[in-house]
C-alpha cells in the first residue's frame, strides 16, 4: 500500500503557473504508474497526466497537452504535475493516483491508491 498526499495548488491568474507535488510513502512508489486527475465541480474525474514507473512513457490529456509536464522522482518518491499558461477551464480539484498494475490505465477506477486532492483555482 501507498500514501499520497498533494500540495502546491491555489489561486493563480489565467496564463499563470502551478507546480504540484505529491509525495508518497509506503510500499515501493517506484513500481507503480502515476496519474494525475482532477475533477471540476459538476464533472467526472478525468486523467490529464500518466507516467510509467520509470518515466519512460507518458501521456496527457488532449485538454492539457503542451501546457503541462509529468515528472517523477523515485530517489524521493515525488511525483509532480508542472502547470503553464492556465486557464479558467482548469480550474478543478487535482489528485495524484497510484496504478498497482503492469497495464497502463486511464479510468479513475482502475486506481488502486488516491490522495485527497489539492484545489487550482484560475481567475479570469
Known amino acids: 500500500q501507498v500514501q499520497l498526499v498533494e500540495s502546491g495548488g491555489g489561486l493563480v491568474q489565467a496564463g499563470g503557473s502551478l507546480r504540484l507535488s505529491c509525495a508518497a510513502s509506503g510500499r515501493a512508489f517506484s513500481t507503480y504508474t502515476m496519474g494525475w486527475f482532477r475533477q471540476a465541480l459538476g464533472k467526472e474525474r478525468e486523467l490529464i497526466a500518466r507516467i510509467t514507473w520509470s518515466g519512460s512513457s507518458t501521456y496527457y490529456a488532449d485538454s492539457v497537452k503542451g501546457r503541462v509536464t509529468i515528472s517523477r522522482d523515485n530517489a524521493k518518491n515525488m511525483l509532480y504535475l508542472q502547470m503553464n499558461s492556465l486557464k479558467p477551464e482548469d480550474t478543478a480539484l487535482y489528485y495524484c493516483?497510484?496504478?498497482?498494475?503492469?497495464?497502463?490505465?486511464?479510468?479513475?477506477?482502475?486506481?488502486?491508491?488516491w490522495g485527497q486532492g489539492t484545489q487550482v483555482t484560475v481567475s479570469s
Open positions: 493516483a497510484a496504478d498497482d498494475s503492469i497495464f497502463l490505465h486511464t479510468a479513475a477506477r482502475d486506481y488502486d491508491y
